[in-house]
């Protein structure tokens, strides 16, 4: 299923020279605003919509119904509403900072995608090192947290950029050990080589994807994971009911919208990291390859909402402990048998 | 029989005889301190001087096993002020001593409790608050209920109603200003939680001081719901005017329960013989009253543990739903019920009966079934449990201390309920146990609150049953009550009834008229909210949240 990165086929599609380096700028920037604005689409989707109505569904509510075919244009309301509100500056903000962290967390999210394959060709980017770019501007969102708590010139911001920075550096390691297991069985850093790894079957019709193969580094990363993207059992760092709103208290109107997309972007990144390593990226039978990868991504999306509706919040102190001394023991031993039964069998 | 209580050693203490307390062994007891004896309609009450306060009191601890000071009464006469102290005992409450302390009109002050009983800390502040007494000796006399700046003492003779207050600016300027306590300390923070916060139930301002997460200094500040309850009461005439007021103290589907606080009092003064018929469909009304607010504050915890509208919340306001429609079957209306009256209920039950029991069966079958769902979704939860056991510990001995009663006393083993203690109503008749847990965390809180909804269900069941047979000709759900109300001068009572959040009692004193003189409540929450410093002291935020939550206080009660 290897198949030419977006630019190459956009350039070929209008009959343009792959091999000049304006055209292809000009590809990826196009490349870049079609994947973006569909990465978007899904995030306006889910944010005002679909988590309200799959909340729900788990609450035994009904939820939006007003406005369009089963509420749908909430969405438009909803963006009317809050670009429309007053921007509030609190006192004594450590202004670039506190401007400049709504961009961070909204847009490094966003960064993630350009190297994952999509299916149908849609792939910005395929560097050999697409594995170790994603974690990387996914673990970029911490930045932001942390310049939002501390900017912000409020307690509650503060404990939450705190408690951020805490979460992330206890489960940002687990994570990355867990997606390295993947790597040795893939012998490649690269999202497409991955991709195409997990296509052989392993038994009979069920194919070798990874989440079949060592189905616990799938369990440990989707936890890992659920504590990446903040959400219940680990949505320590907003806590609403203890610390208000965390790092994002003071941020209203349009950096509200930011803080918020940034927020859905990043469980749909995660969502696409674990459809990249663990189910196959796109591959899946009938459907076009990017409906599955979209299948995919949502099915995370999902299963981050069920936790959300269902499961208590954990303690800091608590998560803490399970990051360092449970989870990256547990990953550190997976990490150390992928490597052992891979090099047997190799 | 199940309302038999496990052990009494109140025995040993001096003044306890077989058919009930010894007053005159208890004034030998105190000997000279005893200046003079009055007969209150619940207990007699020792006139004691106002500089021995603390000598009587903790003799009458020791010595005479009083342990629970139920409440502190103040109230200003013609010719002096007053200090009531409601003494009881946890194991027995029936055994009740009322100790007067007088102090001159010029110059009112005697010295405080608040080194006896943990309680009396802030009952005495609002009787400084609002009547104006000073209490020699108190560890922190500030107001309580009204700002700092406020002028006069609102329940003394001569403050003026009409007087508006005059603050500048410059005094109110921030009244959250930062605390200086955590200026001595560069490593810790101050944090102002609340009174606007997701948390704190209503508007309750906690002033935190932080150590890292860590909880190392904690106070409530209260006072921002107060309602002047107890002056609209002393307002209002015993018969018509005050019953619909209790309705509005705690105001989360406790209503019944508060007004049979009020009725009962008011018709142990007038001396008030309810029918039978009548006390069973009050007992009925109540229990599902405390049905309906347990769901709620199971729903609230899970909310605060759970950390958003989650799936538990929506069960519980989906199951109080039923109770709420049934009440509102019965009452016509849904929170503000209005349904007591002195001597019976407003009406009998609605047309068709059989449609009515009918209903309530259904819920009461339905009630194990959901109760499993809760349990399953909740108390069985691991990461539940590992928030809440161990966590927001109060000991028995606190318990007392800080006069903490209802659900968060039997969460700590301190087996002490009024329906059982000091029967009314119907309860005695009945078969239904008092339910109790050892551990005195947040998670004890919230089982007793679950079991004991089964225990009000099976107080229901009988009542219905009950209902179901009474003969149609002896429907008697009115007693005869004059037209006005005015009971003999210079009666005085403290009853108490369990409510939803613990021992709901009520003080009156009547001068002839019918309108009381003075109108005292003793609001459980607010005696169960002064734990809280106590349970939270080291641990983390989280935690603090999770043990106001299993507090289960409304902040109407609280600041009446």
């Not at chain 2, 010894?22 to 000997?31: K, R, V």
């Not at chain 2, 906690?206 to 002056?231: M, N, S």
């Amino acid at each position: 299923m290897q198949s030419a990165p977006l630019p190459e086929t956009l350039a070929n599609l209008l009959g343009l020279d792959p091999n000049s380096t304006a055209v292809m700028i000009v590809m990826s920037l196009i490349g870049a605003g079609l994947i973006g604005t569909l990465m978007m689409t899904n995030t306006a989707l889910a944010g005002p919509w679909a988590k309200r109505k799959i909340t729900a569904a788990f609450t035994d509510r009904i939820a939006v119904d007003r406005i369009g075919p089963y509420g749908l244009f909430i969405i438009v309301a909803d963006a009317v509403r809050l670009l429309s509100k007053e921007l509030i500056v609190p006192e004594g903000a450590d202004r670039p900072a506190w401007d400049l962290a709504p961009l961070i967390i909204a847009s490094t999210a966003l960064l993630g995608f350009a190297v994952i394959p999509m299916g149908n060709g849609i792939q910005l980017a395929d560097p050999e090192v697409g594995l170790a770019y994603v974690f990387a501007t996914a673990s970029m969102a911490s930045v932001g947290l942390v310049m939002a708590g501390y900017a912000s010139n409020n307690k509650y911001s503060f404990l939450g950029g705190l408690r951020a920075v805490a979460q992330n550096l206890a489960y940002e390691i687990p994570l990355i050990l867990t997606g390295a297991s993947v790597v040795i069985f893939a012998g490649s850093l690269q999202m497409s080589e991955i991709v195409a790894a997990q296509q052989q079957s392993l038994i009979g019709p069920l194919p070798s994807w990874y989440a079949f193969v060592n189905p616990f580094a799938f369990v440990l990363f989707l936890i890992a994971n659920l504590a990446e993207v903040g959400r219940n059992p680990f949505d320590i760092p907003e806590a609403p009911t203890e610390i208000v709103a965390g790092y994002q208290t003071e941020y209203s109107s349009v950096y509200f919208v930011l803080v918020y997309l940034g927020e859905f972007i990043h469980i749909f990144l995660g969502g696409a990291i674990i459809a990249t390593i663990f189910l196959g990226g796109p591959a899946g039978p009938v459907l076009p390859g990017i409906v599955w990868f979209l299948i995919k991504i949502w099915g995370v999306f999902l299963f981050t909402q069920w936790a959300r509706s269902a499961v208590p919040r954990v303690r800091i102190d608590q998560l803490i402990e399970i990051g360092w001394k449970g989870m990256l023991v547990l990953s550190l031993a997976n990490l150390l048998l992928t490597a052992v039964i891979v090099g047997v069998t190799v | 029989m199940s309302l038999e209580k496990p052990s009494r050693d109140t025995a040993l203490d001096v003044g306890v005889t077989e058919d009930g307390l010894d007053y005159d062994a208890l004034a030998d007891l105190l000997g000279g301190h005893v200046l003079d004896r009055e007969e209150h309609l619940n207990a007699e009450g020792f006139v004691i001087r106002p500089d021995e306060v603390q000598e009587v009191l903790s003799t009458l601890k020791e010595e005479a096993g009083f342990d629970h000071c139920a409440c502190v009464t103040a109230q200003e006469y013609d010719d002096r002020y007053e200090s009531i102290y409601h003494l009881r005992k946890y194991n027995d409450p029936t055994q009740e001593l009322s100790i007067v302390v007088p102090s001159p009109k010029d110059d009112p002050h005697n010295e405080s409790a608040a080194r006896v009983y943990d309680t009396a800390d802030w009952h005495e502040r609002e009787a400084y608050d609002l009547v104006g007494i000073d209490y020699d000796d108190h560890p922190d006399l500030r107001r309580i209920l009204l700002p700092e700046t406020w002028q006069g003492h609102p329940l003394s003779q001569d403050y003026n109603q009409d007087q508006p207050q005059i603050v500048s600016l410059r005094e109110h300027a921030n009244p959250l200003e930062d605390d200086k306590r955590s200026e001595d300390d560069p490593d810790t923070m101050f944090v102002n939680i609340g009174p606007h916060h997701p948390a704190t139930h209503g508007v309750l301002h906690v002033e935190t001081v932080l150590d890292g997460e860590q909880i190392a200094d904690l106070e409530p500040d209260i006072g921002y719901l107060h309602r002047c309850e107890e002056q609209m009461c002393q307002q209002g005439t015993y018969r018509h005017q005050i019953m619909p007021y209790p309705d509005r103290w705690d105001y989360i589907s406790a209503g019944i329960l508060n007004e049979w606080a009020y009725a009962r009092a008011a018709e142990d003064l007038a001396d008030i013989e309810v029918p039978e018929y009548a006390q069973v469909i009050r007992t009925m009304a109540a229990e599902m009253c405390r049905i309906a607010s347990h769901e709620l504050a199971l729903a609230t915890f899970a909310l605060d543990v759970f950390g958003d509208f989650t799936a538990v919340f929506q069960y519980g306001i989906r199951d109080r739903e039923i109770v709420q429609n049934l009440l509102e079957d019965l009452t016509g209306q849904r929170l503000m019920f209005n349904y007591l009256r002195l001597g019976g209920v407003a009406w009998d039950l609605p047309e068709p009966r059989e449609e009515y029991f009918e209903k309530i069966r259904d819920f009461l079958d339905d009630l194990p079934h959901k109760l499993e769902e809760i349990h399953d979704l909740v108390t069985g939860n691991e990461i539940f449990q590992m928030r809440c056991v161990d966590t927001g510990v109060l000991s028995p001995e606190q318990v007392k201390q800080y006069g903490a009663t209802g659900p968060v006393a039997r969460g700590s083993g301190v087996d002490y309920d009024i329906r059982r203690d000091d029967p009314y109503g119907y309860y005695d008749e009945l078969d239904w146990n008092v339910v109790t847990e050892q551990g005195g965390d947040n998670f004890s809180r919230v089982l007793v609150r679950l079991r004991e909804v089964e225990e009000s269900a099976r107080i229901i069941e009988q009542c219905v049953d009950l209902l179901e047979q009474w003969p149609e000709d002896d429907r008697e759900i009115q007693a005869n009550v004059p037209r006005t109300l005015r009971p003999d001068p210079d009666k005085e009572i403290y009853r108490s009834v369990e409510g939803a959040k613990g021992e709901l009692g009520i003080y009156i004193r009547s001068d002839g008229t019918d309108k009381p003189a003075r109108f005292k409540i003793r609001s459980p929450c607010f005696s169960n909210l002064q734990t809280l410093p106590e349970m939270s002291q080291g641990e983390y935020i989280p935690d603090m949240i999770a043990s106001l939550g299993s507090l289960d206080i409304v902040l109407g009660e609280v600041d009446r």
